[in-house]
């Protein structure tokens, strides 16, 4: 069975282009939960604790924010364009009633 990793995330009250590089430069992602139908709620992940869950390539979350604790799926990764740094996630909210139909890419190597 796959590894239960809970990330800790905090209110994102500024939002901005400005604010957003003040948060990265203290060690801070911007982030986003959502889920369709409610409105976004905006975060900010401590940028080690989020490498720790990357390295163990987990996709589904234990979040917990100021508004409860969520099961999330890792919807979309931004990275700068330069380097290996993320500089943005998109998060959505697992609903235990709904279907969840997500696009896998293969790739094949060899013969």
Do not use: C, N, W
Not at 8 to 18: I, M, P, S, V, Y
Not at 47 to 56: D, G, H, I, S, T
Not at 76 to 93: N, W
């Amino acid at each position: 069975m796959a590894e239960q990793v809970t990330l800790k995330a905090e209110k994102r009250e500024a939002l901005g282009t400005r604010v957003a590089r003040r948060f990265r430069k203290s060690g801070k992602i911007p982030a986003v939960l959502a889920r369709k139908g409610d409105t976004p709620v905006h975060l900010l992940v401590d940028a080690r604790e989020f490498a720790r869950v990357l390295k163990k390539h987990l996709r589904v979350i234990d979040l917990a924010h100021p508004a409860g604790s969520d099961k999330v799926f890792l919807k979309e990764l931004q990275y700068d364009h330069l380097d290996d740094h993320v500089i943005h996630i998109d998060f959505t909210r697992i609903a235990k009633d709904e279907l969840l139909t997500v696009d896998v890419a293969l790739v094949l190597k060899g013969k």
